[in-house]
Nanobody, 115 residues
Framework: QVQLVESGGGLVQPGGSLRLSCAAS????????MGWYRQAPGKQRELVAA???????DYTDPVKGRFTIFRDNAKNTVYLQMNSLKPEDTAVYYC?????????WGQGTQVTVSS
């Protein structure tokens, strides 16, 4: 069993930055594929960024060059650094852990980009 707790969301102006954190307990994040998803009102949840257990990262096209996913194994935490934020980045952001058939979700953190 893995528990995931997100933090770091909030209100930010366009062009600003936020860093989301996903603190895990119950297992090591380094042994899971970890991802950040987001869901905007009226839209489906989408994968934003992912990092494999081997450290390979991948991003959806709209965030490439602006967002960075990384992992601190000592803190058992996965982060999403978000720069040059746009209003269209507004959504609830969820942390996800997956290994084989096991999949876990955090409760989500709201990110609002608005002037």
């Amino acid at each position: 069993q893995v528990q995931l707790v997100e933090s770091g969301g909030g209100l930010v102006q366009p062009g600003g930055s936020l860093r989301l954190s996903c603190a895990a307990s119950g297992s090591r994040v380094s042994s899971y594929g970890m991802g950040w998803y987001r869901q905007a009102p009226g839209k489906q949840r989408e994968l934003v960024a992912a990092i494999s257990s081997g450290g390979t990262t991948d991003y959806t096209d709209p965030v490439k060059g602006r967002f960075t996913i990384f992992r601190d194994n000592a803190k058992n935490t996965v982060y999403l650094q978000m720069n040059s934020l746009k209003p269209e980045d507004t959504a609830v952001y969820y942390c996800n852990a997956i290994r084989g058939w096991r999949e876990y979700w955090g409760q989500g953190t709201q990110v609002t980009v608005s002037s």
